[in-house]
Each structure stands twice: as structure tokens, then as C-alpha cells.
């Protein structure tokens, strides 16, 4: 499996980004799918995720209302629509896939996915 993200880049605070993932592998459409974001010094913390068929969706709390996850299995891609971004948003975002992923659960532990992409930098200026 792999993934390739896009659609990184600088932003002024309030502005809106998408960002892609495309995936491989026959059976993309049954892994579940997530967004995770990475700063120097922390952890890489899960920002939203979206089960295999797209009927459920989760989010970081402070992103909630500004990001929409999506997929379109067919093309076998997973977006991230990110409006209104705010400079704490500023990060290195990754998409993951999760094989072991079923029914509505989404992932939200890091080390539970399977495949990462290579990442993509979001800059937020103030």
C-alpha cells in the first residue's frame, strides 16, 4: 500500500486549504482512513478520520466545524478540507491507513495504522 499526500503549503490565518491523499492497493476501500498532524517536539496527534465507506467521520476537537474529511474509494483518494485555519494548524500532516479497520470504528491511536504517507507541510501565517 502506498500513499501520496499534496496540496501542502503557506496560508495567511483564515484561509482554506485541501489537501490530498492517494492510495493503492485492491482493497482500499475497506481500510479505514485518517489524518494525522505533526509538529518539532511533539507527537503526531490524530486530526480526523473517516471509516471505509465514508458513513462516519471524526475529528480533533479543535478542528471540528473547520475540517471535512471525505474519500472516494473509486479514485481511491481520502481530502481534507481545511477552512478558516488558524496558525496552531500550522504542522506536517500525514495520511494513514488502518487494514484492521471495521464497521464504524475509526483509529485514533498513531502506532494502530498501518501505512503512512510522506507528509505534506501546511504553513499558517499570522
Known amino acids: 500500500v502506498q500513499l501520496v499526500e499534496s496540496g501542502g503549503g503557506l496560508v495567511q490565518a483564515g484561509a482554506s486549504l485541501r489537501l490530498s491523499c492517494v492510495g493503492s492497493?485492491?482493497?482500499?476501500?475497506?481500510?479505514?482512513m485518517a489524518w494525522f498532524r505533526q509538529t518539532p517536539g511533539k507527537e503526531r496527534e490524530f486530526v480526523a478520520g473517516?471509516?471505509?465507506?465514508?458513513?462516519?467521520?471524526d475529528y480533533l476537537d479543535s478542528v471540528k466545524g473547520r475540517f471535512t474529511i471525505s474519500r472516494d474509494n473509486a479514485e481511491k483518494t481520502m481530502d481534507l478540507q481545511m477552512n478558516n485555519l488558524k496558525p496552531e494548524d500550522a504542522a506536517v500532516y500525514y495520511c494513514?491507513?488502518?487494514?484492521?479497520?471495521?464497521?464504524?470504528?475509526?483509529?485514533?491511536?498513531?502506532?494502530?495504522?498501518?501505512?503512512w504517507g510522506q507528509g505534506t507541510q501546511v504553513t499558517v501565517s499570522s
Open positions: 473517516i471509516n471505509w465507506d465514508g458513513s462516519h467521520t
Open positions: 494513514a491507513a488502518d487494514l484492521h479497520a471495521y464497521a464504524d470504528y475509526i483509529e485514533k491511536t498513531c502506532s494502530k495504522y498501518d501505512y
Open positions: 492497493g485492491r482493497a482500499f476501500s475497506s481500510y479505514g
